[in-house]
Every structure is written in C-alpha cells, then in structure tokens.
C-alpha cells in the first residue's frame, strides 16, 4: 500500500495527531471516573498547580484527581509507552513483525514469580506484597536464561534467541501452571486477575518505582533506532556495514526487558499494546525505526490510558482488566491492518 | 592471505589456499559449485573466521579490527543481498555511509554529497526517492553497488554480483566496476561463474576446487589451463573473438 516512502509532511501530521492524542488522554484520564467533576475546572486545577490561577475544586475532589487518578494516568502513560517501544525495538531486532515485548520470556518469567507470591500451596503463602518483585525478578530471570540458552555463541543467530525463548516460556508456564493446579480456588482467582493486567493498584510509589527504569530503557530504545534500520539488511549485512551486530542486540534485548519487566511487575501482563502499536505506526510513518520507536512512544503511552479509561468505566464501580480492554480494541485494528497492508519482508 | 583454512563443524571449506591481490587490480575466483569461493570472499570480508591463517589488508589483519574499522576498508556485495521493505533508494545507499557517522548521528554534508556522488555515477537519481522493492533486478543489482561504493573503500568483495541478470546488465554491472578499479584505484576481488566474462573483466583468476587453490594467473593462461576443464569435469573450448577469449564447453 505504500508505494513510496511517506513525505516529511505526513510524518509531521501524524506527530502532531498523536501528540494531540496525547493530551486528549491525559485530560479524559484525570477527568473521566464514577465521581462527576466538571472537566474545566479540573484542568484549572491542573493549572493551579503550576501557579496559574486558583483551583475550585473540593479538598474531596482534589484527593480523587491527584491521588487516585493522576497517579493511575501517569503509570498508564508510562506502561503504554514502556510496552509500545519495547514491541517496536524486539520487531527491529529480530525482523519479526510478530515480536512483541514478551518474545523472550518476560510474561512467563512474570507470570509464575507472581504465581509464587499469590498461590498458597500447601497453605504456604509467600505474601501478596511480594507480588511484585517477584513478578521483576521472574521476568529478569526468563530472558537471562534465554539469552544464555541462545544468544551467546559465535554464530548465534536471532532465530536460535527466538526458539530459546519459546522453550523458556513453556517451561516457566508449565511450573506456573503445576503452581496454579495445586493452589485454592481463591488465590487461583487473584493470580488470574493479576495475569491479565491492571492498573487499579497504581499509586505515586509505583510510579517513583517504575520511572527510572523506563526513562532510562525508552531513551535506549528511540535512540537505536539508527541501528535498527541498518539491521534491515540482516546481520552479515549489517556487521560490513560496520555495525556490531553482537553488541547492539544485547544493549537492545537488556533494555527493553528490563523496562518492560519493570512495567509487567507493577501492572501485570497487559497484552497486544507491544505489538499493535508499532504496526499501526508503521502504517502511517513507513518503516524507519527512527520514526516508528518515538512515535510509538507517545502512541502507546496515549492507547493504554484510553484503553483504561474504558476499563475503569464501562461497567463501573467494577473494572474489566486491562489486557481484555487492549485486546478487544487491539484485535479489530490489528486485522484491519493486516488486510491493509502488504506482507513484511521477512 | 596466507594459508588460509576456514572450517565449519568438521567439514574443510577451504584448505590451505594462499592468494594476494595487488590494489588496483581486479582478482576473481572461479570453481565449480561448492569449490569454496563464497566461504573464501566471506572470509576475507571478515564475515566468518579462519580456523588457520590470516587475512591481512595493507599488512593489518582483518579478524583483529572490528565492524567499523573493517566497514571503512573493505565493502562486501552479497550473493543474495537484503532488501528491506519500505526503504527508499536513497536511504538504503546510506547505509553505506554508517561506518562514517556512527550509530547515533545523522549522516554528515560529507556523508550526504557523497551518496548524492554514487547515486549520480551509477544513473541511480531519479530512483532516488523510490522504494527499494519497487526497482527491477538490473536496478536493484546497481543499487546495492551504490551502497559498496558509498562505503569509499579501497577493497571491494562481490560474490555473484550478476546472478540473476540478463546479459546487457551482467556487462553494464561489470563495466561500472571495471571504471572504478581504473578511475579509482579500487582494489576487488570478485567471484563469478561465467568463466568468459571472468576472463574478460579480471586482471587474474584464481581457480578453487574442494577447497583448494588449483590455479592462479593471468586471465588468459587460467582459461586456456587443462587444470580448468578438469576442475569443470568437462572439455572447454576456448575462442578468440576480437582478442577476447570466449569460453565455450563442448558436449559429447
């Protein structure tokens, strides 16, 4: 469908869109919620902050919007922005239009240290609070074992990385499942609504606790997207066109696990938002990693506090989980876009 | 190269096989299929290590310098090269220019007149903007050459660079070359399975069978040689036409 690259001025419109996007989200995200608060007076609030004019909002009011809900918008911006670039960096270096940020072992490396924290097998329970940091070490542990499995010989190729991804997940689900089988049906219950993601349980502590690692691993991955357009040719290619291939693949893979392990373990495993953002980037910038990853940083960071916004309000006070609002809206578009466009180039 | 052996598992690719090019000259092998001549320029491209012997461009050694320092003297032509999709013409030619820049940059003016330079040389310019998918195979060929040559090395490696391309385009992609080692000094070592046009372009030919170097001479001599035909397992017959040699096998 894209006959020639697309012209500076598309690529400056859909910055722009996006970028509007953006703010939309961020207001709908401080604005929207079971308590009516009128949205002007919200984003006088907003600006009262920054010492513009005064706020009109109740002491009440001012709790719900900069205790639960900002804090919710701002880890919704930075999980949507964390998995979105993440995605779009594993599809640059493993030229796999289906990679997403879990490739490598993370969801399941996630899932079952969360399994062990909330599961009370033998009625031992290592303690909810723990979720969490097991759910990061799990997720660390997964792509370590996998890197080591396949990523370190002299020829090692990305497809052998990719296999030994799949073995690790299998096997971490399967010790996770096994976990799940001999557990009560009530953990069984909080471990399945903490695999399919939720950012209920966002406070300002989760987000000082999350921001360093995503700051520091989104500003890797935007700023490898040179090297991932040369990746295109393939590795030979690209190592005589003096890329060092070897390097940049572990700089890559270790920053986008690292961040988007950080995420998994704050708000469990939100699916399809890796995957399908960079593509519908892709679709409108054309296929530089240059645009693609900076972009769908913005892109993700504004899809995931829409796809909240829906979650915490279709049928509240209950929430749906995360990951069904993303697949739900993330599905449709996906197939849209598939039809769309041509096949990728392996 | 000296005694240069290249292994994979316990299978010998090459064994043993000594060759230097002078710079400015035009060197290509020749062999039969799996004789060991795209292991012999991967290797000498530093794409696959030697399990003996070295490679040494003006006295350094290949395998001891690193991507960038090998992208900025040797540039490789790939049998079957990559084409990504969605890249134009022009942004796939600078990708030659990486070794320049680095990885965090942009490309420089030097870097951009440069590619602007090869893309006028090898009539690429008005493709300038296309997507790389979108160009025919002659094309595409002469693009790929625009990338090695925005590398502005002085060792140019090409495995194959005409399979696939009818003939008005084999002798187009060659006759670039050829103006380049003239004009520019640049040094190539090529393979190719056209034994008339090996003959026709090259300075000298080398010739490799199971991994071992039969033959290493001027062009005419090597095509004239016994130890050919018997390498091809067949008679050729060899015709001059204007004062080129052609090449032609004879069938019983």
Redesign the interface.
């Known amino acids: 469908m ?4 697309p012209s500076g001025r598309r690529v400056v419109l859909v910055v722009g869109a996006t970028l509007a996007a953006l703010v939309v989200a961020m207001v709908c995200g401080l604005v929207i919620g079971p308590t009516s608060i009128a949205t002007m007076r919200v984003i006088g609030d907003v600006f009262s902050h920054l010492g513009l004019g005064h706020s009109t909002l109740t002491p009440t009011q001012s709790e719900i919007i900069w205790q639960l809900r900002a804090p919710r918008m701002v880890l919704g911006l930075l999980a949507g922005a964390m998995l979105a670039v993440a995605g779009g960096t594993y599809q640059g270096v493993f030229r796999n239009p289906l990679a997403d940020p879990y490739l490598l072992g993370v969801a399941a490396g996630a899932g079952l240290g969360a399994t062990i924290a909330i599961v009370d097998v033998g009625g031992a329970v290592v303690t909810p609070s723990w979720t969490p940091i097991l759910a990061f070490v799990g997720a660390l542990l997964a792509v370590a074992v996998t890197w080591a499995i396949g990523g370190r010989g ?1 020829r090692s190729s990305t497809a052998t990385l990719i296999l030994a991804g799949v073995a690790v997940a299998s096997l971490f689900t399967s010790a996770q499942t096994f976990l799940q089988q001999q557990s009560s049906t009530t953990s069984l219950a909080r471990v399945y609504i903490w695999l399919l993601g939720s950012l209920a349980s966002a406070s300002w502590s989760s987000v000082t606790l999350v921001l360093p690692y995503v700051v520091v691993c989104v500003v890797i991955c935007v ?2 997207g ?2 991932l ?2 990746m ?3 590795e ?2 690209s ?7 070897r390097r ?1 693949r572990l700089i890559v893979i270790v920053a986008s696990s690292l961040g988007t392990a950080a995420i998994v373990s704050a708000v469990g495993l939100i699916g399809f938002v890796g995957i399908i953002v960079p593509h519908i980037v892709r679709l409108l910038v ?3 990693y240059r645009r693609i990853l900076p972009i769908s940083v913005a892109f993700g960071a504004a899809f995931l506090v829409f796809a909240d916004t829906i979650a915490r309000t279709v049928l509240a006070p209950s929430e749906l989980p995360l990951g069904v609002v993303t697949a739900i809206v993330g599905a449709p578009v996906f197939v849209i876009i598939l039809s769309l466009r ?1 096949p ?2 392996p | 190269m000296l005694g240069l052996s290249v292994r994979a598992g316990s299978a010998t690719l090459i064994s043993d096989v000594s060759l230097s090019v002078d710079a400015g000259t035009w060197c290509t092998v020749i062999g039969p299929n799996g004789a060991g001549k795209t292991t012999l320029v991967e290797t000498v491209a530093g794409l696959r290590r030697s399990s003996h012997g070295t490679v040494t461009l003006s006295g350094e050694s290949v395998s001891a310098m690193n991507e960038r320092q090998r992208a900025l003297r040797v540039a490789v032509v790939p049998q079957h090269p990559t084409i990504p999709f969605g890249m134009s013409v022009h942004d796939y030619v600078s990708l030659g220019r990486t070794a320049y820049h680095g990885l965090l940059r942009a490309p420089s003016a030097a870097d951009r007149r440069c590619v602007g330079d090869v893309l006028e040389r090898l009539s690429l310019t008005e493709f300038a903007a296309r997507d790389v998918a979108t160009l025919s195979g002659g094309e595409r060929q002469r693009m790929v050459l625009a990338r090695a040559l925005a590398q502005a090395t002085t060792v140019m490696v090409l495995d194959e660079p005409i399979t696939g391309l009818d003939l008005r385009h084999q002798i187009a992609i060659l006759e670039l070359l050829q103006n380049e080692v003239r004009e520019c000094g640049l040094t190539v070592l090529a393979t190719l399975h056209d034994l008339t046009l090996a003959g026709q372009f090259a300075d000298r030919l080398v010739l490799l069978d199971q991994g071992r170097l039969v033959l290493d001479g001027p062009s005419g001599e090597v095509v004239r040689s016994r130890e050919l035909a018997e390498c091809y397992g067949m008679e050729l017959r060899v015709i001059d036409v204007d004062g080129a040699d052609v090449v032609i096998p004879v069938r019983h």
Do not use: H, K, N, Q
């Open positions: 894209i006959a020639t690259p002299l700023a490898a040179r090297a357009d040369v295109s040719v393939g030979d290619e190592r005589s066109l003096g890329l060092p291939v940049v054309g296929t530089s041509r990728m180039a």
